[in-house]
């Protein structure tokens, strides 16, 4: 193979100079290799390479980087006009348009022109590289090489084999990565690879969690960002990218996936995007934006009452005595006995349950029973859930009491997981199943996660920290009380739950 990922006098080309070639061409540069630069449309790759000069420029204004550091990074762009140019490359990555058959004539076309041995890297969010590489003499030099935009501050990067590609050409885009200043995952040829799978979890579970009403969209989008820790609630999130985007994507993998439950997008999405409420593209989507600003939606005044009395159950012992902890802070001593007094605000704690289902399995009353996320649970933001019989003063005493040290309370309608339990729940088990298909290996899934979704953790850190165990109960629940094979556990989180191992251990 004529690619050398650490040769100093390797040259690359990168076709399509649009936002992502046009990165990707910086950061080899800055690595100080060359790059032939190539676009299907006239003058548009000299206007990378002019892009590119003035980032360099700032980069040096900024003393990020030195003056001869500026001006041979982009002496080693070269624009070339026509593709047969592209003969001396020792590696092409195309950055064009998304659009399989457009990809497969380029790659027919290079195949003509390039060394036989020249590696063919595509950088697509959503094609298939095997479908791509089919079209070639060679499928085995073709290979995904899926970066994130912004190339040069989205420091991951997806290397991506076909099913017919050679493992050599993989390894050596890995350490060409490592020499761009990247971090390399490595992933199995499946849809989404790594990162576009595991955050199918995220997006999913909230619209189902709306779906079922048990909240508006900016308190599942607080719980999530107070408790769970989300730079963005799934909303906000959804609103920034806009549904034109988002829901063919949700579409598209369910479909790839051939209808997997885990995947199901929701039709509440889908039809506000025939609405035209796409998000802050639009000035409206799940919020209001003006001037390219999401307009805040208030939270519910906190009600001015106490509880006379209140009695934790200790259904969930671990649990329950959190709940303890949580109220001696707010300086409420709860009811000792095994069963409620007469008029005491009842607690449940449950773990994949809904408030009903405590009530009728430990025989409450559930006009005065509420639940208490106590998984997610913090000093900020606590979720107090109501069962459908929950009287208005049971509800608005505890919201006082959780509320007392000004910790925000977020009121939901009864629903099995609360809202973080089931979103983290449901993260991890698409986390576990992208290992248990041997997409990726643990410590990938997880670096894919946090560096390409930015999530606090990878899922499978995450469910380590949370306990197998406990988000395996979690899933079980849900599946149990729903019927919805959606949260039907992966193996990978069964066994290693059942074993007592962490989520990260691989298999040989
Ligand atoms: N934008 C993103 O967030 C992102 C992230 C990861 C991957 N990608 C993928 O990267 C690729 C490029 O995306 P982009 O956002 O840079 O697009 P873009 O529209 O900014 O740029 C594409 C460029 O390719 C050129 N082009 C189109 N067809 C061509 C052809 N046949 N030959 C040569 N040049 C051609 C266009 O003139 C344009 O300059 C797509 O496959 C996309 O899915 C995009």
């Known amino acids: 193979m004529t690619l050398q990922p650490d040769s100093k006098d390797l040259c690359i080309a990168v076709v399509g100079t649009g936002a992502m070639g046009r990165g990707i061409a910086q950061i080899a540069a800055q690595a100080g290799i060359a790059v032939l630069l190539h676009d299907a449309v006239a003058g548009a790759a000299d206007k990378a390479r002019d892009m590119l000069a003035a980032t360099f420029d700032t980069l040096r204004q900024k003393g990020r980087m030195s003056d001869d550091a500026a001006r041979e990074a982009l002496q080693r762009l070269r624009v070339v006009e026509r593709l047969d140019e592209l003969a001396g490359a020792a590696l092409v990555i195309e950055a064009i348009v998304e659009d399989l058959e457009v990809k497969r004539t380029l790659f027919r076309e290079l195949e003509a022109i390039v060394a036989p041995d020249c590696v063919l890297a595509t950088n697509t ?74 955050g199918r979890g995220y997006g999913t579970e909230a619209l189902r969690v709306l779906g079922e009403n048990v909240a508006a969209p900016h308190v599942i989008d607080a719980v999530l960002r107070e408790q769970a820790g989300f730079k963005l609630g799934p909303f906000e999130l959804l609103d920034l990218t806009g549904l034109d985007v988002s829901v063919p994507v949700m579409e598209s993998i369910y479909h790839q996936y051939f209808e997997e439950p885990r995947f199901r997008p929701s039709p509440l999405a889908a039809q506000r995007r025939v609405a035209g409420l796409l998000g802050r593209k639009t000035g409206e989507g799940w919020y209001r934006h003006v001037d390219g600003r999401q307009v805040p939606v208030p939270d519910a005044p906190v009600p001015d009452a106490r509880p006379a009395s209140v009695w934790i159950s200790a259904a969930r012992p671990d649990l329950a005595s959190r709940a303890r902890e949580l109220l001696a802070t707010l300086g409420v001593g709860a009811e000792g006995g095994e069963r409620p007094s007469g008029t005491a605000l009842c607690i449940v704690t449950p773990l994949g349950e809904d408030v009903s289902h405590c009530c009728a399995r430990q025989g409450l009353d559930a006009t005065r029973t509420v639940g208490l996320d ?47 339990q089931r979103v983290v729940a449901t993260i991890v088990n698409v986390g576990c199943d992208i290992a248990q298909q041997g997409i990726a290996a643990p410590a990938d899934i997880d670096r894919a996660v946090t560096l390409g979704l930015g999530y606090p953790q990878g899922p499978l850190a995450w469910g380590d920290q949370l306990g197998a165990p406990v988000v395996l ?33 691989a298999e040989p």
Not at 486 to 497: D, G, I, K, Q, T
Request: charged share 20%.
């Open 125 to 198: 969010s959503s094609l298939s590289v095997t479908a791509i590489a089919a079209a070639c003499a060679q499928p085995q030099r073709v290979v995904g090489f899926h970066f994130f935009n912004p190339v040069p501050l989205m420091k991951l990067v997806e290397v991506v084999d076909g099913v017919r590609g050679a493992p050599a050409v993989g390894d050596a885009m890995m350490a060409l990565a490592r020499r761009m200043g990247h971090v390399p995952v490595r992933a199995k040829d499946t849809p989404g690879f790594i990162v576009n799978h595991a």
């Open 374 to 420: 106590l998984l997610f649970a913090n000093e900020r933001h606590r979720s107090l859930i109501l069962s459908p019989l929950t009287s208005p003063a049971s509800r608005d005493a505890a919201h006082g009491l959780l509320a007392s040290d000004k910790a925000r309370v977020s009121v939901l309608r009864d629903s099995a997981g609360a809202v973080a």
């Open 473 to 505: 109960e979690v899933l079980n629940n849900l599946f149990a009380l729903s019927g919805d094979p959606r949260y039907r556990a992966s193996p990978w989180l069964r066994r290693r739950a059942e074993l007592g191992v962490s989520l990260l251990i």
